[in-house]
């Protein structure tokens, strides 16, 4: 099991900055993938940005250039940096962690709202 334990939602004007944690606790050896996903209101829930343990980030193409994603291995954490921040990244950002088995875990979830 892994547990996942997020931080640092909140409200932004657009072109403001947020900076997005999670913390793993648990089987955290068994983590393959870690990543963050987001939901809009009304809207499927989509990937945001991934970061394996070989150091591979993808993001999508919608946040390019504008969010970083990056792991502290010591502490067990992943970030999001989120600069230049528009309305339609508003939604519920959840942390994920998939294991080499590609079960996966999720956060409880944390609000962004950016507003125009």
């Known amino acids: 099991q892994v547990h996942l334990v997020e931080s640092g939602g909140g409200l932004v004007q657009a072109g403001g900055s947020l900076t997005l944690s999670c913390a793993a606790s648990?089987?955290?050896?068994?983590?393959?993938?870690m990543g963050w996903y987001r939901q809009a209101p009304g809207k499927q829930r989509e990937l945001v940005a991934t970061?394996?343990?070989?150091?591979?980030?993808d993001y999508t193409d919608a946040v390019k250039d504008r969010f970083t994603i990056s792991r502290d291995n010591a502490k067990n954490t992943v970030y999001l940096q989120m600069n230049s921040l528009k309305p339609e990244d508003t939604a519920v950002y959840y942390c994920?962690?998939?294991?080499?088995?590609?079960?996966?875990?999720w956060g409880q979830g944390t609000q962004v709202t950016v507003s125009s």
């Open positions: 970061s394996t343990s070989g150091g591979r980030t």
């Open positions: 648990g089987n955290i050896f068994s983590i393959k993938t």
């Open positions: 994920n962690a998939r294991n080499w088995q590609l079960t996966n875990y």
